[in-house]
Structures are given as C-alpha cells and as structure tokens.
C-alpha cells in the first residue's frame, strides 16, 4: 500500500451520479419500512465510492467544457481521510472510519471525466453496538483540520463549524461532502438541502465479501475542496505595462508590478458549504427552502445542479456579518489602537473580511493571526495560483436593485484581486526633475484637465496658497490670509479632525494642516475667523487648545492623492457565475442590475483573470500600513470580463484592462 496523489483533480465540479445528500433541516428519527437498530455487537460494510468534484488543468482531460482537471500533485493528495456515519436524526451513530496513506492504494482510484476528476472506491466497516441506530447518513472529511469535532457533532451543528485552512501547512488540500439541493431517499423529501450522503440499509453488508460482489450497490460520495483558486495573468513588457504620459502634466508614470493576491477575503471558513439568505432588517436565515433560494436568485437555475451532486454558490461567514467599510480608517481608527493585535470590541479587527495592507501583502501575514499563503511575487510577469478562502456577499450590499446604495461602499463588499506596485518617474518638457532617493509623490489640482504633480518639497507651497483659514493680523482688526509654509503640514486628517466634521475621508487622500508643535507665538500668533461665536470678536487666535477645530476647517482648503514611497494599488471585483452587469463604457459596473452571485469567490470553483493591459493611473497608497479599501468615489480600471469556472469548476475568465 502506498500514498495516492490521484483523488481529486476537481475543485467545483461534482461526480456526476447517483444519491444526493442528506439534509440538515426537519431531520426524521424514523425511516418507513427500514431496519432501524441493532439488537447486538455487529460490523456493517459499505461499498463507497468517493468522486471528486472537478479539477483544474488542461481541457484536454475533460468533456465537459465546465470542468478542467487538477494539475496541481498537492491538489489531488490524499493523506488521510475520516467517515462519520449518522442515523435518521443526524446524530453521529457507530464508530468513525479513519484511513491513513498507508491504507489508501494506488490501485482504488480511477479517472473519470466532465464534472468529476478521480474516483476512490473501497470497502468501509461501520462498527456499532447494541441499541446503535444503523446509519442513515455518512460523510467523508479528507485532510481534515481537527476531525475530533466532526465526529462529534450532529448534522444540525456540522454546518457551523469554522476553519481557516484551506490549504494544510503541508501543502494538502481539505475537502467535504459537496452540498447541494436535491431529493433525499431517506426522508422522501424533495428539493432539500443535502449535506451528508444517504445510506439505505440495502447497502449496508453484514460481511465484506457480500460488499465486494458483483451487484452490490455502493456508495457515491461526492467531494470538494474548501479552497478556491485565482489565477491572475499578466505580462511584462511596454506594451502591456504602458507608461502613462497622458493623465499627469510634465511626467510619465511606468507601473511597477510587485504583488498580487485576492483581498476583502473572509478570515474564516465553514467547514461544509452553507447556504443562507439575508432577510428584511439584515436578519440571517440560515434554513433556506430551494423556493426561497430560487426566489432570490430571480428563478435562474445556473447556481445548483443536483444531477451532478453539486451547486455553484454558497454563504461565507462574512455574508452574515453583511458590514463592510466605507474607508480605510473605519479599520484603522480601531485596530491600529493596538498594532491590529487587538482581542477587546475597542481594538479588534472590526470586520469578517480583510483588507489588507501593502506591508501585509508583502509580508504573507497579518499581524497577530495566522500566517497566510504568501501573495503572488512579479517575476517578470505573474501567472502563479493563490488558493483562497470562499467569500461571497449578499446582493444588497453592492447595491442591487436601488437606485443609490448609501449604507455600503459596494466595492468594499466584493472579494476582489489587487495588484500593488509603485511608481517610477520621468520628467518631461521641463519640468522639476524627480528628487533621488525618495518615490513620494503627490496628484493636486488639475491643468487643462491633467493631474498636476508634486514632491515632498513643494507640495506644502502648492496647498498653501488655496488656503484661507489660517490669518494673520497685518493692523489692528485688519487680517489676511497666512500663506508661509511654516508651520503646516500635509497629512491625512486625523480622527479628531475628521470628528469635528462629522466626515470620512478616503485613505489616499491628504490635507494641508497646521502643525501644532509648531504654532507661532507672541505677536506673531496666528487667527481663524470662529462663525460659532455668536458674541466678541470673531477672530480667535489660534493655540494648541483650538488648532483641531482650524485644521477641520483647512479640509476645505482640499485634497491631495498621496502615493507614499511611490506605491499604489488595481483593484478588480472577482465575478461569479450571477452576470455582472457593466456600464455602457465597461470602465465600472452597474451595481443596481448586478443580481446576486455577480461577484464572489465560492469553494472548488477557478477564477481565472487576464490582465491585458495597465495604462490608467493606479488608486494611491499613502503608506504602507493603510488598509487596501477600494474607492467608492473613483473607479480606475476597464474591465472586458468573460468569467471562467473549472473541473475545479470553470468560472469564465475575466479579461481586463487597467
């Protein structure tokens, strides 16, 4: 006997065949005209079969156009893997099954083809004791993370359990029992949901070779992975990477890709897919009927397909958080309190999703959680897979069927792909040359409808002389605006200041502010005009007292597109199966008509996307720590998607130009 790397080649895609699965809702403790019980000590055999759910690789392998085969060996390994067996009720019954490599052979696999990758056949032994409900119900955990709580849990809590692997640490893949909605045999019921595979006790043998025979009725178990896999493609060279010497006056900008990988992506997983709904009041329903699945999803039928043991959506854990950020500080005001190390509702991350940063990108990690698959590096092009955790998101939340979706920033809510970069910087037509050793830049006003640009050592002068606010007195009662450079500075506002405003301010922007340390004294103090006062003189001087309420009011004065050390960001909403639709010049989507399962990213499905060309000006990142929080004010890629989903199930491929 020997380890077996050939299971599974399908990430989305069911075996095609023959029973559904069991559902978790209005369970029975009794099943019409079957043995039930046994009244003592006995071993029961079942002849299983387990089918993959579709892989990834060549469409060559496969005759289904939907479904592409594995071609990854880690993908397809087989360590270890665990049957739990159920009664009626979904109560675990008998003893769970446990195989090891060693006990998995070469020789038990199979290849299939369409929807299904591999297939393992072999007997399984389904010891019980007397009193013990015989088994109505089996699931199969492969390369499971902590298999004690599957054993352990009835079908009514198996669909709450929580992962964050998915992906071993060494390397393998954890997979389940494919849920879906279909027709359960034990039960009689009818368009349910199916978790776990129906057991008629016509297949359960009372010796092994009864099992083995030729007409004895197996077992199909069909399986997916947890994972889903993005693959973002883009290459190198000017004429994919074209250097922008349109949008800013006196530069050319060249894009310099660093990394990618998928963000606004769930922390957690569930374990078994699950399926929800978001009510009136945002209250989860947790128990969808296929009516009112069907209802949601406008009677389209592509999201479930019980002939091949599959559906092609699901629920993550942040679809019933249904909150999302506005801005980077709505994450930054509260986890950076404590180094986004923070355990307290005043210091924790705030959201079930994550967003992460350029540090964080670069790093494969988030500070004080677990480590992360590292993203994807530039080398001289990026073609490499990142396998990521299912995040999906309810059609309200971006905005569906409103006229204006005012709660949300709907790109916040979609899992997308971001690709971080900097800058490099050529002067033209004689302009500044670009300081050595310092990327910083800065977009401020515009001239004949081009950005103008700025370093760290003229933008201060450039803002400065829009301004206002600050006033010195030149004679008694006589004020003008103060227009030295000393004494400001350029930032993004900070919360206090924001506060006083009652106003968000997105991550990239910055304002001309006063610096307190360096308030002016004596006679040569500085003044702002107080509208409040409603008695005195109106014109205040300036101290450390009040200079927050002065920089609240400089935000007027405008703002600047801050591009620390030279870095920024392309942001791009990852479609499903739902069919976004776009605006008629496809540069953004038309979020009111994008119906639900437009965007998302859903286990054992491939996303494939295909960067055709970057020429527009990349979303700034002040620096390095700001969270990647797409703009709800500005859109700055084109988007020509077709959406790919593979045997891991095909989800056409997006082709897209930044």
Sequence with gaps: MKKS???????????????????????????????????????????????????????????????????????????????????????????????????????????????VGKIWKSIIPVSLVQGQNLPSYVMCFINPVGSAEFKSKPLSE??????????????????????????NPITGETKVRMIATPVNTGQLYTSEEAAKADGAQAIDIYVERYAARVTLN?????????????????????????????????????????????????IPNYNPTFAELQANFKNKTWWNEPEKSRSYWACSPSYYDNEYPKVSDDITDIAAKNDYTGTTDEDKYPYTLHYFNYNQIEAGKVEGGSPLQGSVKWENGFSKTFYARETTTAAKAWGWENTENTAYNPLASIASAVIVGHYELEATGGSAAVPEGDKTFYLYGKTEGKWNLYFESSIVGAMVKQQSVVLKRTAPNTYEAYREEDGFIVEHPSKSVRDIKNTTVAGRLVALQLDPLALPSGDNGLFYYDVTREEGDRYVKITAENVEIVNSNLLSTGYASKYGDGIGYFNIPIEHLGGAVKTEDGKSYNFAQCPPGSFGIVRNHAYTINVNKISGLATPLRDKMQPIVPPVDEVSYYISARLNILNWRIVPTQDVEL
């Design 5 to 115: 790397n050939l299971l599974f080649s399908a990430v989305m895609a069911l075996a095609m065949g023959s029973l559904a699965s069991c559902s978790s809702d209005d369970l029975v403790t009794e099943v019409q005209g079957q043995e039930t019980t046994v009244d003592h000590d006995q071993v029961r055999y079942l002849n299983v079969t387990i089918a993959s759910a579709g892989g990834v690789g060549t469409r060559a392998e496969t005759t289904d156009n939907d479904f592409l085969q594995g071609d990854e060996p880690k993908e397809n390994f087989i360590e270890n893997m665990t049957f739990v067996f159920y009664d009626a009720a979904g109560v675990p019954t008998g003893q769970a099954y446990d195989l090891s490599s060693s006990d998995i052979a070469d020789e038990d696999f199979e290849s299939s083809t369409g929807s």
């Design 158 to 183: 198996i669909e709450g359990i929580i992962r964050q692997e998915v992906v071993r640490g060494n390397g393998n893949f954890p997979m389940t029992n494919s849920v879906y909605y279909g027709d």
């Design 234 to 282: 883009l290459a190198s060279g000017t004429d994919v990477i074209v250097p922008n010497a349109t949008d800013v006056n006196g530069y050319t900008l060249t894009f310099v890709p660093e990394f990618w990988r998928p963000n606004a992506i769930d922390q957690n997983i569930f374990a078994v897919k699950r399926y929800g709904l978001l009510g009136d009041g945002n």
